[in-house]
T-cell receptor
């Protein structure tokens, strides 16, 4: 099936630990995104990538890092520098170019810091 | 001013009712507009793209008003399954590839 796979679905972390969230897609979309959602709030952009080996910071990139070594993969690392990492993390791809195209989301990863 | 603002919720309506949501955006140059639906603890899913001429998909109608910088979503004959959070999405100033989300409007359709 074509789609976006995020793993793990649930993750618990102790303070001071780095964790990496996986995002894999087989939709052949160039653009990939990471968003964070806190309870009762909209999605906020962490990082995005429009092409392999290139990515840009979003609104809340501090304490996060990404890589884009393959078109299919866009992993997100939540570092110990992220002061409030407990949240719902959503990976997305986007069709089209320029202003066109819709976002498609994975099922998300829910991170809890203990 | 927030880039994208939505009607505060929650909206509680009886089954069969018509309900409308508005969303205002600050970037007059925005060209991409979408409505997404998000069920509790799930990922957002595209409900409709919004086109300049307005568009309809079954019970759902989306309209764009560029002069006043808002988009709207009308749901007719509400079903219990329409209960969800509706997110307004707009491309942000200076970046066609970045999309900004509103905080969402929660709808509950009551039997």
């Amino acid at each position: 099936d074509g789609g976006i796979t995020q793993s793990p679905k649930y993750l618990f972390r102790k303070e001071g630990q780095n964790v990496t969230l996986s995002c894999e897609q087989n939709l052949n979309h160039d653009a990939m995104y990471w968003y964070r959602q806190d309870p009762g709030q909209g999605l906020r952009l962490i990082y995005y990538s429009q092409i392999v080996n290139d990515f840009q910071k979003g609104d809340i990139a501090e304490g996060y890092s990404v890589s884009r070594e393959k078109k299919e993969s866009f992993p997100l690392t939540v570092t110990s520098a992220q002061k409030n990492p407990t949240a719902f993390y959503l990976c997305a791809t986007r069709t089209g170019t320029g202003v066109t195209g819709e976002l498609f989301f994975g099922e998300g990863s829910r991170l809890t810091v203990l | 001013r927030k880039e994208v603002e939505q009607d505060p919720g929650p909206f509680n309506v009886p089954e069969g009712a018509t309900v409308a949501f508005n969303c205002t955006y600050s970037n007059s140059a925005s060209q991409s507009f979408f409505w997404y639906r998000q069920d509790c603890r799930k990922e957002p899913k595209l409900l409709m793209s919004v086109y300049s001429s307005g568009n309809e998909d079954g019970r759902f109608t989306a309209q764009l008003n560029r002069a006043s910088q808002y988009i709207s979503l009308l749901i007719r004959d509400s079903k219990l399954s329409d209960s969800a959070t509706y997110l307004c999405v707009v491309n942000r100033a200076g970046s066609a590839r970045q999309l900004t989300f509103g905080s969402g409007t929660q709808l509950t359709v009551l039997p």
